[in-house]
């Protein structure tokens, strides 16, 4: 089996994600797009990563500000205030697990790593949304998720106009990722953005050509889990999206995904088996 020899390095230990991995998604906002994945309680976070970690991620990533479509703006004060106590227990009760952090705002990256050592730093903006973002993750020496998107959460949806979708989304990688190898980066995982400044056709156009993006030569972070380019085209809702979900991400593996970011460990680890065994066939 052909497999690019990709790890990361975590606080010392090498996360080897030659073979996919599963990324867990723990919500703590109260309008995340998909209802059963808000957590009301720190003890419902609690039984959230627990259950992640038994089926087999081994990524947490923990957000704390919903970047759906036309999501509430929150300050930075509200988005440290939320994420406290739940990073305060899952440290206390997952010392060994590695936690991601979904956010665009460099001021909340350092103070979730200074003060409860995450491990990842999740940004949604590729770094367009805070110019100290780089910088700051650099300092840190932490590995970095670089997604692409245009605009912000409250107007992405206006901003769908490419002149090539793939040589515009490479170009991004391409400046952005030689930025961050410059300023001391180590550790860099691409996210190409589904659902983020780019349409149904375009999303599916994406996945379709997302190989092109090995040419980066970084790994890839696929994040499709119960999304309206799948629930709308189904003309059914997010909680009905899991069936959808399995079957883009298994053509998110084919086309080049190491990580794969959901809501759904359990399935995420069977697609990933059934990819596995498949590829030792070639």
């Known amino acids: 089996m052909d497999l690019t020899p990709f790890q990361l ?20 906002t109260p ?22 970690l038994i089926e087999g991620a081994s990524i947490i990533d923990v957000g704390a500000y919903s970047t759906r479509p036309s999501a509430n703006h929150i300050s930075v004060a509200d988005e440290i205030e939320r994420l406290k106590k739940p990073l305060n227990a899952i440290k206390q009760h997952f010392p060994h697990a590695i936690i991601s952090l979904d956010t665009y705002r460099s001021e909340v990256a350092r103070w979730a790593v200074e003060n409860y050592e995450v491990n990842i730093i999740n940004d949604v903006s590729g770094g367009t949304l805070d110019d100290f973002m780089f910088e700051t993750v650099a300092d840190l020496q932490v590995p970095y998720i670089l997604m692409h998107m245009r605009g912000t959460p409250q107007t992405m949806q206006s901003m769908t106009d490419y002149e090539n979708l793939m040589s515009d989304i490479l170009r991004f990688f391409e400046q952005r990722t030689t930025q961050l190898v410059h300023l001391g980066v180590k550790d860099i ?28 030569g970084f790994p890839i972070l696929a994040g499709l889990s119960r999304k309206s380019m799948i629930y709308k085209f ?24 190491n990580i794969l970011r959901v809501h759904d460990v359990k399935p995420a680890m069977e697609t990933i088996k059934l990819y596995s065994l498949y590829k030792q066939q070639l």
């Open 9 to 28: 390095n975590i606080n010392g230990k090498l996360l080897d994600i030659s073979t996919p991995v599963v990324m867990a998604i723990v919500n703590i």
């Open 31 to 52: 309008d995340s797009f998909y209802s059963a994945s808000r957590l009301h309680s720190v003890k419902d976070v609690l039984k959230s990563v627990e259950n992640a």
């Open 189 to 216: 995982v691409i996210d190409p953005g589904f659902g983020f400044a780019k349409t149904m056709e375009q999303n599916y156009e994406l996945l379709a050509k997302m190989s092109y993006l090995k040419e980066i």
């Open 234 to 257: 189904l003309e059914n809702t997010p909680e009905e999206a899991l069936n959808g979900t399995t079957a883009l991400n298994m053509l998110a593996l084919l086309n080049g995904a």
